[in-house]
């Protein structure tokens, strides 16, 4: 099951073990990149287990980024997605690969990514909008980001704008959000059983496990 703008479903891990719905498999050897652009404030650049001041730059996954109060950052991703980063978060990029493709890719104003992509990126804190051109799922493609509720998973082919944040309480437990405002994903809720919903799109998480 879906969730289309602004309807959200909670779905038990049990479905998607299951496969229903999975994409086309297939192995992509080939990395993608990533380029880190627009920083705002104190953004850490995290690569090789070592973090140090941001600056733009262009980088092959795993890397990622922590963001202090007041600092933001973009991550414009090889298959034309960008990730809006806010402040106080910490995303990792874990992964890109992406088919070969010849030619220039116009990112800003693509409406089809330019081949196949596999894309999965680890949202520990925080808050990223994520806007993607129509993906080729079909064909194998796949984006998944990974939350302390479960991964969010795009199911549509269109064109794709979705708002994720996970934000931790002083009391240990965790408020976290999902909704598209264009497009379809999909929330494997891991975590639905121990979870308050407080508005739609919303849910309190329990204190993880030590």
């Keep these: 099951m879906r969730l289309t703008a602004f309807r959200f479903l909670a779905i038990a891990a049990a479905f998607a073990v299951s ?16 380029r880190l652009t627009q920083i705002v404030g104190k953004v850490t650049f995290l690569t ?3 973090g140090v001041p941001a600056r733009e730059t262009e980088f092959l996954a795993p890397g990622g980024l922590i963001t202090a109060a007041g600092g933001a950052a ?7 997605a960008t990730v809006a980063v806010h402040e106080n978060t910490d995303i990792v990029v874990l992964e890109l690969r992406q088919d070969s493709f010849s ?12 081949n196949v992509s596999q ?4 949202l520990s804190r925080g808050e990223v909008v994520i806007t993607a051109p129509r993906l ?6 796949s984006f998944t980001l990974q939350t302390p509720a479960g991964p969010v998973t795009v199911k549509s082919s269109e064109r794709l704008v979705m ?26 809720f891991a975590a639905a ?7 739609p799109g919303r849910w309190l998480l329990a204190k993880p496990a030590p």
Excluded: C, W
């Excluded at 496969?19 to 990533?34: Q, Y």
């Excluded at 973009?74 to 034309?80: C, D, Y």
């Excluded at 080729?136 to 493609?141: E, H, I, K, T, V």
């Design 19 to 34: 496969g229903i719905g999975a994409p086309v498999a297939r192995e992509i050897t080939t990395a993608g990149r990533v």
């Design 48 to 50: 090789a287990g070592k």
């Design 163 to 188: 708002r994720v944040a996970a934000r931790p309480q002083p009391s240990g437990e965790i408020v976290f959000e999902a909704a598209a405002m264009e497009g379809e994903i999909e929330v494997d």
């Design 136 to 141: 080729r799922l079909a064909d194998g493609s």
């Design 74 to 80: 973009l991550l414009m991703l090889s298959n034309g």
């Design 119 to 122: 894309a999965h990126l680890h």
């Design 103 to 114: 030619g220039d890719y116009a990112a800003a104003n693509a409406t089809l990514e330019p």
């Design 193 to 199: 059983a121990k979870a308050r919903e407080l508005a």
